[in-house]
T-cell receptor
Framework: DAGVIQSPRHEVTEMGQEVTLRCKPISGHDYLFWYRQTMMRGLELLIYFNNNVPIDDSGMPEDRFSAKMPNASFSTLKIQPSEPRDSAVYFC??????????????FGAGSRLTVL | AQKVTQAQTEISVVEKEDVTLDCVYETRDTTYYLFWYKQPPSGELVFLIRRNSFDEQNEISGRYSWNFQKSTSSFNFTITASQVVDSAVYFCALSPDTGANSKLTFGKGITLSVRP
């Protein structure tokens, strides 16, 4: 398996622009997580899905952030409009309680977002 | 509320030295999981170990060993005979044991540098 695939790896955009980050989880994994990593706040869970359904979105910072999982093999995290404080590395991770055990996450390589 | 404290922020050792990374946690849950993840310079997070709160046996995997002490709420990680390839950021994490995937709370991480 190719692992969790994220795109783009790097994104530089200007304040006010829409940003879309994409994630393809490992086939067979029924949980998908979006995390954000910053120097100040460390790793924060933004939202996670189970079988394509959002379970907990309490970590989504504000209405400018939205996440979707239209099918088992694809998820997006959208920021509209983006702000400089959104600059961070965004990680997607997937897992399967049955295949891997609860909370054993496989992370993607991350998408580094810079908002100017 | 759950909390993970990694008081050490940066550690630097010379190759072949042993090094211990400390992790202290807080939780009101009676059952929970503890984890260690590694983030090498390439950026992705890699799962190292999961430990259930019922299992206080120490674990050894090659040069890696983990010491879980419920009495002191600690889950420390020791690398024996460190190597340059061990240079990374190491995260301790905690989740409730709900029988399914749930929110992982990460510590701030410890940056380990192993010098040749």
């Amino acid at each position: 398996d190719a692992g969790v695939i994220q795109s783009p790896r790097h994104e530089v955009t200007e304040m006010g622009q829409e940003v879309t980050l994409r994630c393809k989880p490992i086939s067979g994994h029924d949980y998908l997580f979006w995390y954000r990593q910053t120097m100040m706040r460390g790793l924060e869970l933004l939202i996670y899905f189970n079988n394509n359904v959002p379970i907990d979105d309490s970590g989504m910072p504000e209405d400018r952030f939205s996440a979707k999982m239209p099918n088992a093999s694809f998820s997006t995290l959208k920021i509209q409009p983006s702000e400089p404080r959104d600059s961070a590395v965004y990680f997607c991770a997937s897992s399967s309680g049955v295949l891997t055990g609860a909370n054993v996450l496989t992370f993607g390589a991350g998408s580094r977002l810079t908002v100017l | 509320a759950q909390k993970v404290t990694q008081a050490q922020t940066e550690i630097s050792v010379v190759e072949k030295e042993d090094v211990t990374l400390d992790c202290v946690y807080e939780t009101r849950d009676t059952t929970y999981y503890l984890f260690w993840y590694k983030q090498p310079p390439s950026g992705e997070l890699v799962f190292l170990i999961r430990r259930n709160s019922f299992d206080e046996q120490n674990e050894i995997s090659g040069r890696y060993s983990w010491n879980f002490q419920k009495s002191t709420s600690s889950f420390n990680f020791t690398i024996t005979a460190s190597q340059v390839v061990d240079s990374a950021v190491y995260f301790c994490a905690l989740s409730p044991d709900t029988g399914a995937n749930s929110k992982l709370t990460f510590g701030k991480g410890i940056t380990l540098s192993v010098r040749p």
